[in-house]
């Protein structure tokens, strides 16, 4: 049997390479084969930090009866979600469809056209609660494409009619303004969860899009709501066991309301979020606790995602072995009262059972607690607190650890370089801004291709075969214009232009209409177009978002009426569905507040120019860009390094801001406080 995976740049496939299943990697091969043979194709799509799909895996497709039977009668054909989005985004869209529900692993039945015609997630080895084993759905499809084959044709067709006629009402009649603006916040507060923060019920997500609206809404409109719920929630998530209290970084999710029981996976996308909300919370009120979580969530990702080439590994895994060579799910986390003794004696144990709310019934599994910080622990003994911390760190160390995918997915990447940055910046850690620059620096080197087309993976410095998606370019292109305003380096401006062009060629439709994939891109059954923000930002919003940072930097009326047509789909969808749409409303605050156009020129090195640049990085206004470089003499705007720059000259021989806003500009300024006003005042 050939072993198709054992070249794959994702771990998922390559967990996959030594199955007895003949394993087809998303090939126009494998649907060549399916026609040779007149055999349907079995379709499975995971991701290597999904515990489900272990479970799937373990039981079914190392099974060597199971694989006999799949090989005989199926082309069967693995995907990693990650590094495919597109193919998961569109039969997941046929599986939610047909079935009212979806998720990983994916099970899907293809014909030889992948025309999809059957469909389920997880099938278990034998009968249970309802569902069907596996083998008895195997040999169900086969029976119908054998006995039934033109009901199979028929089911195929319809669904495949049904979802090309799904067209996306985007807006398309303007942009967002106050009023969708004031009824997403209404909305939201109809889904806030007073009590425990969040929004919503269990399984409760964290909500970094929602959260930087909230704030960018407060630093605008001055609502005093939209910063309470926001500074609560992430006080809430920071207190609870979703954040590694040891470790720093956020697992996933909470399975319950209260945020105490994450699962367990850690994502570099949820980390890289949340990272820059914490050290924008912290802009914005100074919290000592949003301080410290940005920071963890820094180190935590450069300690443990970081790759050999400076990118970012995508995902922990939730499992790991619990010392008896049973992988379990949190293993690496949790604690008993006992274990705690083990470590630290039976004072501190008990300090730390009270302090971290370890119990004897335990808040998870077997007797286990996940660590949180429960409310009201009143005075502590910092250094004790610290010194119970370090050992218990050390101690978990010594466990045996999560598996790491360590994938390269360059959206994620883009994420995560504008966290870095940008909490450098504000920290005063420039370890940070170089981690992001060296990232930055991965992406254009391996990932980005001399007609700035992206590819969506790479692993351990070898590019993968997938295509970016529009994400990718957004994301990617966000990082960039943070690393940029950051650093003083017009490079990273260039690129992200490079990148953005691109989103004009080729991701652009009708209207302002976006599509997640490019026009040469491999057609699907459907071309994929999803709007929402659900755990990071669609690639149409992150796409907004760029677009309109990119225009405020160059005056590019293009790119600024890309923008705005792609705001349509939120002016739509804000005021119906807020918590799905949440970075697309942060930036139609950016939108509505201009953005404004920070310049700061002077002598590099020079204490005066650092002051302004760091107190312009520092200002809330929505969106705002900022530019920091010498002064350029009087050339056009197209020849200096940041055409905001250009023709800005030092004001009486020293440093100074300008800042401008809707084709108006203000009188240049040297006086640090003179600019924080200027990008505080609320108009």
Known sequence: MSNRLADATSPYLLQHADNPVDWWPWAPEAFAEARRRDVPVLLSVGYSACHWCHVMAHESFEDEATAAYLNAHFVSVKVDREERPDVDAVYMEAVQAATGQGGWPMTVFLNAEGEPFYFGTYFPPAPRNGMPSFRQVLEGVNSAWTDRREEVGAVAGRIVAELAG???????????????????????????????????????????????????????????????MASDTCEAMARGGIYDQLGGGFARYSVDREWVVPHFEKMLYDNALLCRTYARLWRATGSDLARRVALETADFMVRELRTAEGGFASALDADSD?????????????WTPAQLSDVLGEADAEFAARYYGVTEEGTFEEGASVLQLPQGEGVVD???????????????????????????????????????????????????????????????????????RLARTSKDGRVGANAGVLEDYGDVAEGFLALAAVSGEGVWLDFAGFLLDTVLAQFTGEGGALYDTAHDAEPLIRRPQDPTDNATPSGWTSAAGALL???????????????????????????????????????????????????????????????????????????????????????????????????????????????????????????????????????
């Open 322 to 334: 619990d010392g008896t060579g049973k992988h379990v799910e949190g293993a690496y986390y949790a």
């Open 549 to 683: 940072s990119y225009a405020a930097h160059t005056g590019s009326a293009a790119h600024r009426t890309a923008a705005e047509g792609a705001l349509g789909v939120v002016k739509a969808l804000g005021p119906r569905a807020p918590r799905f749409i949440g970075w697309g409303l942060a930036v139609a605050e950016a939108l509505l507040d201009g953005p404004r156009e920070v310049a700061v020129v002077g002598p590099r090195g020079d204490a005066a120019t650092a002051e302004l640049h760091r107190t312009a990085l520092l200002g809330t206004a929505p969106g705002a860009v900022v530019a920091v470089g010498e002064p350029t003499g009087q050339e056009a705007p197209g020849e200096a390094e940041f055409p905001l720059l250009a023709g800005r000259p030092l004001v009486a021989g020293r440093a100074a801001a300008y800042v401008c806003r809707a084709f108006v500009c203000s009188a240049p300024t040297t006086e640090v406080d003179v600019l924080k006003q200027e990008l505080t005042v609320r108009v």
């Open 382 to 452: 910092a250094a004790r607190v610290e010194s119970v911390r370090q050992r218990l760190l050390a101690a978990r160390d010594t466990r045996p650890r999560p598996e790491r995918d360590d994938k390269i997915v360059a959206a994620w990447n883009g994420l995560a370089i504008a966290a870095l940055a940008e909490t450098g910046a504000y920290f005063e850690r420039p370890d940070l801004v170089e981690r992001a620059t060296e990232a930055a620096d991965l992406l254009v080197r391996v990932h980005m291709d001399e007609t700035a």
């Open 166 to 228: 799904r067209s996306l009402a985007h807006g398309g009649g303007g942009t967002p303004g106050e009023e969708e603006s004031a009824r997403a916040l209404l909305g939201l507060t109809r889904d806030y969860d007073e009590k425990y923060g969040g929004f919503g019920g269990a399984p409760k997500f964290p909500a970094s899009m929602v959260v930087e609206f909230l704030l960018r809404h407060h630093a605008r409109t001055g609502a005093e709501g939209a910063l309470q």
